[in-house]
C-alpha cells in the first residue's frame, strides 16, 4: 500500500518499548547531553513530539536526566548500557517468583563461556 499517513507507505509498528530502547541507544550513542532534536534524528520515523514524549516518560521513570541549556533542555542517560541491562535483569528477578527456580532457568540457559565468566565474577577474580 503506498501513501499512508506520513506519504512513505505504512510505518511499521513498534513492539512496545522498542521506542524507549532507541531513544536509549541514540542518548548512549551520543555519548553527552544532548537535545530531543539530536535524537530525533537517531531515531528513523519518529516525530520530535513522540521524542519529546518518550524523553519525558524515561524522565518520570528516572532513567534519563534533563538539564535546561539555553533556550532548551538537554538530555542523558543514567546509566550506561549495562547498568540499564542488569537494572532490568533485577526487575525481572524481582517478578520472577520464586527467586531459585529463576535463577537456575536463567543458568540453564547459559552457554559455556557464560558459565564461566559467572563463576569467575562470583568468585571475585
Not at 513498534?14 to 524507549?20: N, P, T, V
Request: aromatic share 4%; with cysteine.
Amino acid at each position: 500500500m503506498t501513501g499512508g499517513k506520513h506519504g512513505q507507505g505504512e510505518a511499521r509498528r513498534r513492539a512496545r518499548g522498542e521506542l524507549e530502547g532507541e531513544v536509549l541507544a541514540a542518548l548512549w550513542a551520543a555519548g553527552r547531553p544532548v537535545p530531543a532534536a539530536a535524537i530525533q534524528e537517531q531515531v528513523p520515523g519518529a516525530a520530535y513530539t513522540t521524542v519529546l514524549t518518550i524523553l519525558t516518560r524515561l524522565c518520570g521513570k528516572g532513567m534519563v536526566t534533563r538539564q535546561r541549556e539555553g533556550r532548551g533542555h538537554v538530555y542523558a542517560p543514567v546509566d550506561d548500557r549495562a547498568g540499564h541491562a542488569a537494572a532490568g535483569m533485577h526487575s525481572l528477578l524481582d517478578e520472577g517468583g520464586d527467586r531459585a527456580t529463576v535463577l537456575a532457568r536463567f543458568l540453564s540457559d547459559l552457554s559455556p563461556e557464560d558459565e564461566q565468566l559467572l563463576e569467575q565474577l562470583l568468585r571475585g577474580d
